[in-house]
Structure formats: C-alpha cells, structure tokens
C-alpha cells in the first residue's frame, strides 16, 4: 500500500509558476498510475493531469494545457506537477493519487491512494 506526501504549494501572484512534488512510499511506484486533481472551495474535484508508469503516456485537463507539465521520476519515487503561467481560478488544494490499475483517468474514484493535498493560491 502506498502512502503519498504533497508538497511545494504556495501563494503566488498570476503569471507565476510553481513545482509541487508527490513523494511516495510504501510501494513499488513504478507499478502505480499517477495522477494530480485539485479542489477549489465550494467545488467538486476535478482531475488536473495524469501519467502512466513509465510517464510517456500523460493526459491534462483542457484548463491546464499547455501551462502545467507532469512527470515522474521512478528512481525517487517522486511525482512532479510544474505549474506555469498560473490564474487566479488555479487556486485550489492540489492533491496526488495513485492506483495500479486505471480504467478512466479523469475519475477520482478510479483513485484507491491519495496525499494530504498542498495549498496552491494565486493572487491578482
């Protein structure tokens, strides 16, 4: 069973960029999909972006293309969210999510293992 730490959340001002890491344990991470959602307040959650095992295969929200990159790194075990050219409606808790087997990446509840969520606030 994975265990999924967020981290390198922020208060950022528009146009800003930021790089939130999902460090996991507990697993063999290269076995595990990987996938960021957010969620803004008073809002459901919604799927950000996503990355196969061996990160070659990603999808994005069409919110976030062309602005946020996923990858992952198996060696540490470490998932990347690089967030570019951020909006105001960027603001949300970002959360990272695993699960071995995936049948529609965009659904949260595809997602057995979450993290704790790192904070991401853009300012106007």
């Known amino acids: 069973q994975v265990q999924l730490v967020e981290s390198g959340g922020g208060l950022v001002q528009a146009g800003g960029s930021l790089r939130l890491s999902c460090a996991a344990s507990g697993g063999v991470f290269s076995s595990y999909n990987m996938a960021w959602f957010r969620q803004a307040p008073g809002k459901e959650r919604e799927f950000v972006a996503y990355?196969?095992?061996?990160?070659?295969?990603?999808l994005y929200a069409d919110s976030v293309k062309g602005r946020f990159t996923i990858s992952r790194d198996n060696a540490k075990n470490t998932v990347y969210l690089q967030v570019n050219s951020l909006k105001p409606e960027d603001t949300a808790v970002y959360y990272c999510a695993a699960d071995r087997l995936i049948s529609v990446v965009r659904i949260p509840a595809e997602y057995n293992y979450w993290g704790q969520g790192t904070q991401v606030t853009v300012s106007s």
């Open positions: 990355s196969g095992r061996n990160g070659i295969t990603t």
